[in-house]
């Protein structure tokens, strides 16, 4: 069983940056492909960005080319959201998602962290 716990979620200005972080524990997800997702007051939650297992490739919505940052530290466990040039219509809570078959399908999910973008 994997534990997934997301953190660096708050409040930030537009134009400003955050990072979050999701810890993995239970067990080591170094083989596993790692995703961000978020949702929206009223909205259904939707897919931010992704990478595999290795960290060589990388996915993220149209939305957020540019501006975020997907990586990862297999040693330390750990997925890391870097995003910068924030906006309003960022605003969600954001998962982190873990899987187990690789990209496009996950079994673990954290509790998410809210991010809150202030105009």
């Known amino acids: 069983q994997v534990q997934l716990v997301e953190s660096g979620g708050g409040l930030v200005q537009a134009g400003g940056s955050l990072r979050l972080s999701c810890a993995a524990s239970?067990?080591?997800?170094?083989?596993?492909?790692m995703g961000w997702f978020r949702q929206a007051p009223g909205k259904e939650r939707e897919f931010v960005t992704a990478?595999?297992?290795?960290?060589?490739?990388?996915y993220y919505r149209d939305s957020v080319k540019g501006r975020f940052t997907i990586s990862r530290d297999n040693a330390k466990n750990t997925v890391y959201l870097q995003m910068n040039s924030l906006k309003p219509e960022d605003t969600a809570v954001y998962y982190c998602a873990a899987g187990r078959q690789g990209l496009g399908s996950y079994d673990y999910w954290g509790q998410g962290t809210q991010v809150t973008v202030s105009s």
């Open positions: 239970g067990r080591t997800v170094s083989s596993y492909a």
């Open positions: 990478i595999s297992w290795s960290g060589g490739s990388t």
